[in-house]
């Protein structure tokens, strides 16, 4: 005698497909935000490019400002391991350590390519800009701040990040000459002397 299959029951998916399905929504996602920026990015859209119900999209992550949240930590998790620079040697060489990561993060095009995408939406919306302020606060400068025994230490750490990244932004994305042919350790050895006296001199 045979068994018919129970019919799957509808609701939370089996555990089994949790994480590719999730993992699907959040590259959905971060393509959709990408494409269309924040404003024109829907969750019905976001759950159409992944192959699932919208329903589903809102179980794993609730609204569209936490599906951006989420897309927006995929895309610079690479540069969150850029405390453990910091902390990776000795003090007088912080700022080359952290200069090289953050420029080597940017250099890579698989890795600023997704950043650059999502960034996009942060600076034409005031939502998407406030989650991404968010991120880089608490996952990245505070983190970096942590490092540094020293006074105004959060403030430190943004003028050091805005250093490295308006280098970047002008490299990679205005793409201004000669800035952006020349080669990467002439860059790393003029701007991480100045990223060293924000991150340590009294």
């Known amino acids: 005698m045979t068994t018919e299959p129970a019919p799957r029951r509808r609701g939370r998916p089996p555990r089994a497909e949790s994480g590719d399905t999730r ?54 998790a690479p540069a969150l391991s850029a405390p453990d620079a910091v902390a990776a040697g000795p003090v007088d060489g912080v700022g080359e350590r952290l200069t090289r990561f953050i420029l080597g993060f940017w250099d890579d095009p698989a890795t600023r390519a997704p950043l650059l995408a999502i960034l996009r939406s942060a600076v034409n919306n005031e939502t998407a800009a406030a989650v991404f302020r968010r991120l880089v606060a608490v996952q990245l400068l505070r983190r970096v701040a942590a490092q540094l025994d020293l006074p105004d230490a959060e403030l430190r750490a943004e003028l050091a990040a805005a250093q490295i990244v308006g280098t970047a932004m002008m490299r990679y994305v205005i793409k201004l000459e000669p800035l952006a042919s020349v080669d990467l350790e002439l860059i790393i050895a003029r701007v991480a002397p100045v990223v060293q006296a924000h991150l340590t001199r009294p």
């Open 23 to 76: 993992d699907r929504i959040l590259t959905a996602a971060r393509e959709e935000f990408s494409a269309r920026g924040y404003e024109k990015t829907s969750v019905r859209g976001i759950a159409k490019a992944a192959g699932v119900d919208s329903a589903l999209v809102h179980h794993y992550f609730g609204t569209k400002e936490q599906v951006f949240e989420a897309a927006v930590e995929l895309a610079f």
